[in-house]
């Protein structure tokens, strides 16, 4: 490469120069309520739920019984007492509420749930960076301390939340708060920051975009979502046989990895060890002459720094997030 920096100097300069950005977040929301919501949502959902205590979230997969992707969501415990059953919010990330509702309605036969689309009803926004959490303090907004932490705005985890949630490789945190005040937010939270930059975030932290990266035949372990959206101590859910038999037995051939480049393939370019496909370039950013792209590898391939070939580019594998 020409470039003498390096690329994890590159991200860090990339996120450095977002370091107050406010994003448009998730905008499907959805909410579990009743006596069994906690253990329906235990039921369908990857992470564990049976023990999300209030004023906590984590974040699942949505995987059918063959533990094929499906969608994510971030799902936060606002509410449990034994009169009332618990209060789950979910925000939706790949999967529209409509998808969402059909694929789930039909589970809820003999369960005292309730699940409500209350997307008009809330708004999500994103900070993420170095710079987030002075960010909220400039607006008078709490910090939660860990992340999936989640701290009421005006006293009640039911109205206006802030989480900490990790969008970027600094960390960042998740605004939700009533639609009705939307604009009064954007003006505590500053103007909202170009798709873009939280694109080049995204890449740069090695999220996989579901499904526009990887679709409905991928596996939570191709996508190295495991270890942040998989619990193995909650007990029986959709698709969790096959999840727990992979990661016993570390049969997956083929998993999501970085390039380095000097200029960024365009998606679907096929990657080259020598005249053999170990790979495809998913989606990546381009900045100051170099790019930064995720890529879908084979196994004999998972070796940082090792030279391939993209599409006549030369490319250097970084494992992710990009400089760890």
Same mark, same amino acid.
């Given at each position: ?126 900070? *993420? ?6 960010? !909220?303090?400039? %607006?008078? =907004? #709490?910090? /939660?301390?860990? $992340? ?102 570390? *049969? ?6 970085? !390039?380095?480049? %000097?200029? =960024? #393939?365009? /998606?679907?370019? $096929? ?54």
């Amino acid at each position: 490469m020409s470039d003498p920096r390096t690329h994890d100097a590159l991200a860090e300069a990339a996120v450095v120069r977002a370091s107050s950005g406010t994003f448009q977040g998730p905008t499907g929301v959805l909410t579990f309520v009743g006596p069994d919501a906690r253990r329906f949502c235990n039921g369908m959902f990857t992470n564990n739920v049976r023990n999300l205590a209030v004023g906590r979230s984590n974040q699942n997969a949505m995987v059918d019984d063959k533990a094929r992707m499906q969608g994510l969501h971030d799902l936060a415990c606002l509410a449990d007492s034994p009169e009332t059953g618990g209060h789950f919010r979910a925000t939706l990330e790949g999967v529209t509420v409509e998808q969402f509702i059909a694929r789930y309605e039909k589970y809820i036969i003999f369960d005292d749930v309730e699940l409500t689309d209350v997307s008009d009803d809330w708004r999500v926004y994103t900070v *993420q960076g170095p710079g987030a959490a002075a960010k !909220l303090l400039g %607006a008078g =907004l #709490p910090v /939660p301390a860990n $992340e999936g932490d989640v701290v009421a705005i005006n006293g009640e985890l039911v109205a206006a939340t802030v989480t900490r949630r990790a969008r970027s490789v600094a960390g960042g945190f998740d605004v939700c708060v009533p639609a009705a005040e939307a604009d009064a937010w954007v003006a505590r939270l500053g103007p909202i920051g170009d798709p873009a930059t939280l694109e080049r975030l995204r890449v740069e932290a090695g999220l996989v975009r579901w499904p526009v990266d990887m679709g409905e035949r991928a596996l939570p372990h191709e996508m190295r979502v495991v270890p942040r959206m998989c619990s193995f101590e909650k007990g029986c859910y959709i698709g969790q046989e096959v999840i727990n038999r992979i990661d016993v037995m570390g *049969q997956v051939n083929k998993q999501v990895w970085g !390039l380095v480049c %000097a200029s =960024l #393939p365009e /998606p679907g370019t $096929e990657v080259k060890r020598g005249e053999d496909v170990v790979g495809v370039v998913l989606s990546g950013v381009q900045e100051d002459g170099y790019a930064r792209a995720l890529v879908l590898l084979r196994k004999t391939a998972w070796t940082p720094g090792l030279e391939l070939d993209a599409g006549g580019v030369p490319v250097h594998v970084s494992d992710l997030p990009f400089g760890a």
